[in-house]
């Protein structure tokens, strides 16, 4: 059996009741590897680089076989950028490149280069107007329930191209899952951890295309723009994030 294990922590109270996000995880785990995700995501949250968390919350649901969908781990492969400018214009071609229109794609990056503060999830942005059509406020839409197959393989499929720490890690997963559903163009996405500057569009056509520099270190602002095609059904997708259990594999060692 499966269990869902998420983390969400916040300064100055719960979000709802107004603190600022601090960190969040999420992992689908078999029940022997609960108590050590547990422990692990307290110390995450307590430990965070944007700051001490005074609120954490943990939440562990079991999951059922017939609720899982599987999707296949995109392609990996990185952009030679140097700084954060370079790193603006490479995303650019890369969001046009996987069927983003230009004025949409700089749209995209202008409401991220705008953030005050970082947001809890994701803006859907139609690739062709540009136009934010999610109606999800500060919040912005999470995607949610998702993990792969086989962890340590996952981890051992990582380190052999040469790919340490939880951000890659975590964000292939959520990429993968992203990439999967119907409407989806292309994600943009930097990191809010101050120092953590690395980002990366990634697309069902072209894979995940990691971007080494994506913003000036020290920034505590990071977001992610989901790029989707005109008349994308909204409550669809927002389901498909939000709720629906995702397992990612690969088509190499990581089947079982
Ligand atoms: P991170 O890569 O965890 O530093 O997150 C960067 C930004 O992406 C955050 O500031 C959020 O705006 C957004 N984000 C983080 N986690 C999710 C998620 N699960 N679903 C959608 N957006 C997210």
């Known amino acids: 059996m499966l269990y869902s294990v998420k983390m969400r ?44 968390a005074d609120f954490i919350s943990l939440k562990v649901e079991e999951i059922k076989p017939q609720e899982i969908v599987y999707k296949p781990l ?60 999610d109606g999800m406020g500060e919040r912005g839409v999470r995607a949610s329930k998702m993990d792969c197959v086989n962890s340590r393989g996952y981890d051992e499929y990582m380190q052999a191209r040469g790919l340490t720490g939880d951000h890659v890690r975590e964000a292939l997963v959520l990429a993968s899952k992203v990439a999967g559903a119907e ?32 913003k000036e270190r020290g920034s505590g602002i990071g977001g992610r723009v989901f790029f989707v095609r005109p008349g994308t059904d909204m409550q669809k997708l927002i389901n498909y994030l939000e709720e629906q259990v995702v397992m990612i594999q690969t088509g190499e060692v990581l089947t079982c």
């Open 9 to 52: 922590s916040a300064q100055g109270g719960a979000h709802e009741e107004g603190g600022r996000h601090i960190s969040g995880a999420e992992r689908i785990l078999p029940e022997e590897q609960l108590d050590y995700a547990v422990l692990t995501m307290l110390h995450r949250a307590r430990e965070h680089e944007r700051g001490r």
């Open 183 to 214: 409407g989806m163009v292309a994600e943009l996405c930097w990191s809010d951890d101050p120092y953590y500057v690395t980002g990366y569009v990634a697309s069902p056509l072209y894979g995940y295309r990691r971007i080494p520099v994506m």
């Open 74 to 133: 995109l392609s990996f492969s990185t952009c030679p950028v140097k700084t954060a400018q370079e790193g603006h214009r490479a995303a650019v071609a890369e969001l046009e490149r996987a069927g983003v229109k230009p004025k949409a794609a700089l749209k995209g990056l202008e409401m991220l280069e705008n953030l005050h503060d970082s947001m809890r999830g994701a803006i859907v942005v139609d690739c062709e107007s540009g136009m934010r059509i």
